[in-house]
């Protein structure tokens, strides 16, 4: 194909892509190192029957002239970054001078905001990803076993949890846990602690929100496994069997290799997508337990005040964890790219 | 597989494949089917402190309502709450984005196929990055212009939005999809005098038909699910579903009017539900698609 022809086949999808994902990332990293105006104050005497008062205002025209010379607001550098809501860059040398132990550091740590939300990110991705996988393929070989009519149905229920809008998912699974949920009450039963709610400690919150995850996404690791079992060669198998190799010796050297380029698939596409969490964070209402990178810029950007300086600086913070995460594959990509052309 | 292990397979093991295949549907399909049998009950049965009893045999309701079923629920969505809105406006934005994702994607992901240029690898790379980055940093990186343009709230910014960020994703599937066309019939095609679009027009997408429509049903479920982006970006009177039922939470928890909310999320999933019953087949091969053939 021509470069020219090219050129117009591509032209409305690279246009899309370029003026709603390209130039956004521009954008944030402008707003974040650009900090709201300083509110100019003057103060004004108001002087009455009772004496004079002096009152403090915000100088409305001062202010309007200001913004419409520099609507990008006051340069800050780098100072939105290393505040107490980000990086707090002043609060960890601090925390690391004074603390004797990495416990005690890391506890420290946990005090930050930023760094709460980073490590139920981390956690929640590295927690779900190996236990979706895992589930994923345990489903399929079971499913692969049964007769092919109950197969269909499987597959049809198992779609459901990834198919649903993640939010109503959450939801689902959210009013069954509730304490006066079928589940919490069956929970609080088998623990013998009529007190006992799962939204109200942290630790089972973050629990029940990487039960979700897997939940959710085990269906889709299920799906890719399931078609790669269907594409396992035969006559390797076969030869197994006549070797002596027993069931779990087959699935270990036969079926695992051979799926494993599916694993990395699943793996890298969940890595990705449960690296921006949001939504069984939201239908958990769970913001005080557990915050993901994703739901911390939401809560800047919603509410009375949009903070976008400092959403902007966690947006910026959140993409360069997605291009370390994506880094290895990148690589990888790169690597058989080349090793192809030469 | 199959075939050569099912008779020599031992009891113990066909029963405890049963047993762990029996345990993951009741994990999959249990709490829709709950969730649906509880949104015909009023509050005190949907949860119920009392006896988890009730939520299957509905006493506060046939107390309240003189059956063991109620439609309150849904009528307080659809009539008092106009959740009717919320479900024609997801109706607009689903059939818009689809059709929009496919007449790009079908083009970009056709020139990506049929390239053979070094660039197509690096545009497939940076369609990947851009696939990974979270929703809600690009949304924040919007608001400001939307706002300055006055142009937030409407639904044709959220669709345009939606496409946009859903390109990445529908560009890799159908690209996939279009590899798997041989080359020789367009390139045989404009041997006969047809130029490179009518190629495409002509030839490639009858064949395309079920990459088509299965890369559209995947736009349609992302389109569906969505909940950033309608949330940032739609105001209050153009809402679709999913950010109405988040704001039902936020006003009912405290109204005791939560099985709003509940009907509201059965009614949401409901579409779903018949979408998988008709379409498996193709939404199977859309997610393995990518994988299984690299």
């Known amino acids: 194909m021509k470069n020219r022809t090219f050129f117009w086949f591509f032209a409305p999808t690279a246009l899309a892509m370029l003026l709603f994902i390209a130039f956004p990332i521009v954008s944030i990293i402008m707003q974040s190192v650009f900090a709201p105006h300083e509110a100019i104050l003057i103060e004004s005497e108001n002087c009455g029957p009772f004496g004079c008062t002096t009152e403090t205002v915000v100088d409305q025209e001062a202010m309007e002239t200001l913004n419409a010379e520099r609507p990008w607001g006051r340069f800050a550098g780098l100072e939105i970054y290393t505040n107490r809501g980000h990086l707090a860059t002043s609060e960890v040398a601090e925390a690391w001078r004074t603390t004797d132990s990495m416990g005690a550091f890391f506890s420290e740590l946990g005090d930050l905001p930023f760094y709460r939300a980073m490590a139920f990110t981390l956690t929640y991705t590295f927690v779900c990803t190996p236990f979706l996988i895992m589930l994923g393929f345990a489903v399929a070989v079971a499913v692969n076993s049964l007769h092919r009519r109950v197969k269909g149905l499987m597959i049809f229920f198992s779609l459901l949890p990834m198919i649903v809008p993640p939010l109503i998912g959450a939801l689902v699974l959210f009013w069954m846990i509730d304490s006066r949920g079928v589940l919490g009450q069956l929970v609080s039963w088998m623990a013998n602690d009529p007190t006992l709610s799962l939204k109200a400690s942290t630790p089972l919150v973050w629990i029940s929100l990487i039960v979700y995850g897997v939940w959710s996404s085990a269906p889709f690791a299920f799906v890719v496994f399931y078609a790669g079992l269907q594409t396992v060669p035969k006559d390797t198998l076969e030869s197994a069997q006549m070797d002596g190799a ?32 949001l939504e069984p964070i939201i239908g958990f209402q769970a913001q005080a337990h557990a915050e993901s990178l994703s739901s911390f810029i939401l809560s800047d950007l919603g509410g009375e005040t949009r ?30 790219f080349r090793g192809r052309s030469h | 597989m199959e075939s050569s292990g099912v008779d020599r397979r031992p009891l113990s093991l066909k029963i405890g494949l049963w047993i762990f295949v029996g345990i993951w549907f009741v994990i999959a399909a249990f709490p829709f089917f709950w969730t649906v049998w509880g949104s015909f ?8 402190i009392a006896d988890w009893t009730n939520a299957i045999f509905g006493r506060n309701t046939e107390a309240t309502h003189g059956s063991p079923f109620t439609l309150a629920g849904y009528e307080g969505a659809f009539i008092q709450e106009e959740f009717w809105r919320n479900a024609i406006n997801t109706l607009i934005v689903c059939v818009c984005v689809v059709t929009v994702s ?30 990974a980055l979270p929703q809600v940093a690009l ?15 409407y639904l044709p910014t959220a669709i345009i939005v939606l496409v946009a960020i859903n390109q990445p994703f529908t560009l890799w599937m159908l690209h996939s999809f279009f590899e798997s066309i041989p080359k020789d019939l367009d390139e045989a095609a404009m041997v006969d005098g047809c130029t490179q679009f009518q190629a495409f027009r002509h030839v490639i997408i009858p064949v395309m038909w079920p990459g088509v429509i299965t890369t559209g049903l995947f736009s349609f479920l992302l389109a569906y699910n969505d909940f950033i982006v309608t949330t940032m970006i739609l105001n209050e009177g153009n809402r679709t579903m999913i950010p109405q039922i988040a704001a039902f939470l936020g006003t009912t928890y405290t109204e005791g009017n939560v099985m709003f909310a509940v009907a509201a999320v059965v009614s949401a999933t409901v579409p779903l539900f018949i979408l998988v019953m008709f379409f498996q087949r193709q939404i199977v091969s859309g997610l393995t698609a990518g994988a299984v053939k690299g």
């Open chain 1, 246 to 277: 027993t069931r779990w010796q087959q699935i270990r050297f036969v079926v695992i290799p051979h799926l494993a380029p599916l694993v990395t698939f699943v793996a890298l596409i969940q890595l990705m997508d449960n690296f921006r969490v």
């Open chain 2, 139 to 153: 949304v924040s990186g919007y608001l400001p212009i939307f706002f300055d343009w006055n142009v937030w709230g």
């Open chain 2, 41 to 48: 009950k009023v509050e005190l049965d949907f949860f119920s």
């Open chain 1, 307 to 336: 903070q976008l300086s400092s959403a902007a600086a966690t947006s910026v913070l959140t993409i360069i964890g997605v291009a370390i995460l994506l880094s290895p594959v990148l690589v990888r990509t790169w690597r058989d």
């Open chain 2, 102 to 131: 496919l007449t790009i994607g079908t083009l970009g992901g056709y020139a990506l196929s049929r390239s053979g240029k070094k660039y197509v690898f690096w545009f497939l790379i940076i369609a990947l990055m851009f696939r």
